[in-house]
């Protein structure tokens, strides 16, 4: 079956760093995908990831360890208009259908 | 330019309305994508068309009726929609680069749909 598992909801504080940590079990993988999606709005490529690692781009990095079938994204000097919903997206292998979880609602207070 | 435009924006129809939804993507890509999204929820793939082919149906009731007319457009066909049908549709379109199968999908604004 396909499982991809993140936390419901998370809260930080301007400035702060976030971690948001996703987990998956899949029949296949052919790459990570994060998007942010703010309330109302279409979501947002933040990042891919297929090889083991970090992939940093600015105040957001993703990690990959296909492994343990885990990854996560980090958002350093957080602002307030990162307070968004932060999908993790899973690319089976050999098809075009990107398999989401259930999305992690990050508040962030002043 | 990663953009994909979507129209109209919001969208109310009766049960017995016939409306369509419309997608556009001058990016060249070949795979174009409808999801239905509801509130805090993930988005749920409907359909994904290939090289202007339909490729998936992930069992979409008939009152659902995709078309793509060509390799910059899709279209979204309702007709006879229940209430539960309302919903945020998102397009999204990637480059169906089928060697490597790992192309960013990038999705439009979306139409939010209300079915009285």
């Known amino acids: 079956g396909q499982n991809i598992d993140q936390p419901t909801e998370m809260t930080a504080t301007e400035g702060a760093i976030v971690q948001i940590n996703c987990t998956y079990q899949t029949s296949g993988f052919n790459g990570l995908f994060w998007y942010q999606q703010h ?24 990690f990959l360890s296909r492994s ?4 996560y994204l980090l958002l350093k000097e957080l602002q307030m208009k990162d307070s968004a919903s932060y999908l993790c997206a899973v690319m089976g292998y050999n098809t075009d259908k990107l398999i989401f979880g259930t999305g992690t609602r990050l508040q962030v207070f002043p | 330019d990663t953009e ?8 109310v129809m009766g049960m017995t309305n016939k409306k369509s939804l419309k997608c556009e993507q001058h990016m060249g890509h070949r795979a174009m994508y409808w999801y239905k999204q509801k509130a805090k ?11 202007e082919k339909l490729s998936i149906n992930e069992s979409v009731p008939s009152r659902f009726s ?26 999204a379109s990637s480059q169906d680069l089928r060697e490597i199968r790992t192309d960013t999908q990038y999705f439009g604004p979306g139409t939010r749909l209300t079915v009285l």
Do not use: I, W
Request: negative net charge.
């Open chain 2, 66 to 91: 995709p078309e793509c007319p060509n390799s910059s457009l899709l279209n979204l066909h309702l007709h006879a929609l229940q209430p539960e049908d309302s919903a945020l549709y998102l397009c």
């Open chain 1, 68 to 71: 343990k079938g885990y990854s």
């Open chain 2, 4 to 11: 994909v435009t979507q129209t109209p924006k919001h969208l």
């Open chain 1, 39 to 62: 309330a109302g709005e279409a979501p947002t490529f933040l990042s891919y990831n297929v090889l083991d690692g970090l992939e940093e781009k600015g105040r957001f990095s993703s």
């Open chain 2, 41 to 51: 929820k993930p988005p749920e793939l409907m359909f994904v068309y290939s090289y």
